[in-house]
């Protein structure tokens, strides 16, 4: 059974890190609910992490662990090279840099979406 709180919560997340606020009558995918209720809508909106921090970590931990996938829908603009240099002497230069060249795909790609829809 879903808990319409939690998955407020997460929903609320999601939205404030994404642009977007699935709703429950969407969200048919048991997978996509438990995501949603348990990692955004119980971890992610603990108190004692601002969400930025959170999103620092999450950047960190899949830069080192190699995981470009999803690396690629957490980064934000916000002192990504900054991250990214700290990283290089704690998770390795190879890891940093594939970091960079990821953050440098996802920031061109939208830039381009950005001005594409300026041109219309």
């Known amino acids: 059974m879903a808990d319409s709180t939690r998955f407020d919560r997460g929903a609320q997340v999601l939205e404030q890190l994404f642009g977007f606020r699935p709703t429950a009558e969407q969200t048919t995918d048991d997978f996509a609910r438990v995501t ?3 990692l ?3 971890v992610w909106s603990r108190p004692g992490l601002a969400l930025r921090d959170r ?3 999450t950047v960190s931990a899949l ?3 190699g995981r470009e996938a ?3 829908q957490h980064l934000m603009r916000e002192q990504i090279r900054e991250l990214m240099l700290q990283l290089a002497h704690y998770g390795g230069w190879p890891v940093a840099v594939m970091g960079l060249r990821v953050a440098g795909e996802v920031f061109a790609a939208a830039d381009k979406a950005a001005e594409g829809q300026k041109s219309r």
Do not use: P, Q
Request: zero cysteines.
């Open 36 to 38: 949603i209720e348990n």
């Open 55 to 57: 999103s620092l970590a």
């Open 40 to 42: 955004f809508g119980d």
């Open 63 to 65: 830069t080192v662990l």
């Open 70 to 72: 999803e690396l690629r």
